[in-house]
């Protein structure tokens, strides 16, 4: 362990500059491929204790695992313990996490409105992240993101897990490719059954949970069970909507195809004009985003559709290597062919009524992160890729929330004259979760 630490020490002060996909960075050290990445687990309930087993099957180690729910500490802390067989050190307050020195990397897996102080500080502190999707609760946020990666030379994985799976890859080599011919139209869909959240009183947090830290950078408000674990995506204070939780997957699997179509500059692979439409038409309950919605993201040339449906799966449309429906759908449809790309598979039908279909594909999107850490390169949904699939969620709750078409400069990434909805691109934080500077 000793020589490990002096040969750490050694390389962060020397450091070390890889080209050809990578970056330079001296004050990083350069683990060995062996080595395992030694990490921080930030949110621990849902999503984040997935990612952390997956992290240890790939080989890396949980020193801490922080969260502000003692119930969630014990049971997560359990999980990963049996996985590892060592039982990780437990923290409430982030900060600590950042200030240790022996943590390589931190995985943060909060609600959305704490990504971004969190994601900004642990940059500033030396630390890689993976940060679950979405990347952030703004534009603005985005921006401040990926520009402290950057500064920081920080490895930064975002949670689009499906930039890291092979048959999804290959799905859009051929769209990009040619073979589907000219490409008009990307439509991006999830399908899922929610149930009613009901309309509780307000009362009293868990627990040992404090509740106003929770609430952290978001507006003062009454505890209510809606307003916590899981169920806190549906209320704009603290998520994205549907189309930040699930939508971005399928909007990314999209998103990447067309930049491999278009050129992956900002301006090449942003929409023009952005129109969403929707409302709660299925369970008329406390949530307040839209559980029925369709953003079209217009590019000029080609149009890009997403849709939200939580009221039935897609009862007539099979899973690509066959079985019952699925639930988050990518179609290509070209002049010469349509291709649809779900978690199960690919397939496409050709216009003279052939059907070629391929099976999924491995890849661990932890596992990447783990490599990236060690030799310096830019992950497979690096925070610049994370960052353009979380905006195009970000223009459709814009378009949502005025009630109108808007127009988007791709270019200076603004919405010109459109002060209000300029005004939407950031947002106010409560004293004193105000973002750091970059």
């Known amino acids: 362990m000793q020589e490990t630490q002096n040969r750490r020490s050694f390389l962060k002060g020397a450091g070390a500059a890889l080209a050809s996909g990578g970056f330079v960075n001296l004050n990083q050290a350069a683990l060995g491929a062996n080595e395992k990445v030694t990490l921080a687990l930030i949110g621990g309930r849902n999503q984040g204790r997935g990612v952390a087993l997956r992290a240890v099957q790939a080989g890396a180690r949980f020193k801490t695992f922080c969260d502000l729910d003692p119930a969630i500490l014990d049971k997560t802390g359990a999980d990963i313990e049996k996985a590892q067989g060592e039982k990780p ?9 950042l200030d240790d020195k022996d943590i390589d990397a931190v995985v943060i897996a909060v609600p959305d409105h704490w990504h971004a102080r969190i994601a900004l500080l642990a940059c ?19 921006r ?10 920080r490895v930064f994985q975002v949670g689009t897990q499906r930039r890291s799976g092979e048959h999804f890859r290959s799905a859009v080599e051929v769209v990009a490719g040619g073979k589907l011919g000219k490409v008009p139209l990307i439509k991006a869909w999830i399908n899922q059954i929610r149930v009613s959240i009901g309309e509780p009183p307000d009362g ?4 040992g949970v404090d509740y106003d830290r929770w609430l ?13 674990h899981y169920l806190w995506r549906f209320f704009w204070d603290y998520g994205n909507s549907e189309i930040g939780n699930q939508g971005i997957h399928v909007l990314d699997v999209g998103l990447w195809a067309i930049q491999l179509m278009r050129g992956s500059e900002n301006y090449q692979c942003l929409p023009k004009r952005i129109s969403s439409t929707g409302g709660i038409y299925w369970l008329h309950d406390a949530k307040e985003v839209p559980d029925t919605e369709v953003v079209s993201y217009d590019y000029g040339d080609m149009m890009l559709n997403f849709e939200l449906r939580s009221f039935a799966t ?7 290597s066959g079985g019952g429906p699925a639930n988050f759908y990518t179609a290509y449809y070209g002049t010469e062919g349509t291709l649809i790309v779900t978690d199960s598979g690919w397939e496409i039908h050709w216009k003279d009524g052939r059907v070629e279909t391929t099976k999924p594909g491995g890849g661990s999107h932890e596992g990447n992160f783990l490599e990236c850490v060690k030799n310096r390169r830019r992950p497979n949904s690096d925070v610049e890729i994370g960052r353009l699939s979380t905006m195009l969620c970000h223009l459709g709750n814009i ?22 909805a300029n005004r939407l691109m950031a947002k106010e934080y409560r004293a004193p979760y105000v973002l750091p500077k970059v």
Not at 89 to 97: P, Q
Not at 144 to 153: F, G, M, P, V
Not at 204 to 207: A, F, G, H, L, N
């Open 216 to 228: 952290g950078p978001a507006p003062k408000r009454p505890f209510n069970e809606n307003r916590f």
């Open 399 to 420: 378009s949502y929330k005025l009630g109108r078409d808007v127009r988007f400069d791709s270019r200076n990434e603004n919405f010109g004259d459109d002060q209000e």
């Open 144 to 153: 401040l993101i990926r520009d402290a990666a950057r500064k920081y030379n």
């Open 314 to 320: 897609d009862y007539l449309l099979p899973h690509p």
């Open 204 to 207: 009293t947090p868990p627990p």
């Open 89 to 97: 050190r437990f923290e409430k307050e982030f900060e600590r996490v």
């Open 124 to 142: 500033q502190a030396g630390k890689d992240v993976y940060c679950e999707k979405p990347l952030c609760q703004t534009i603005q946020e985005g």
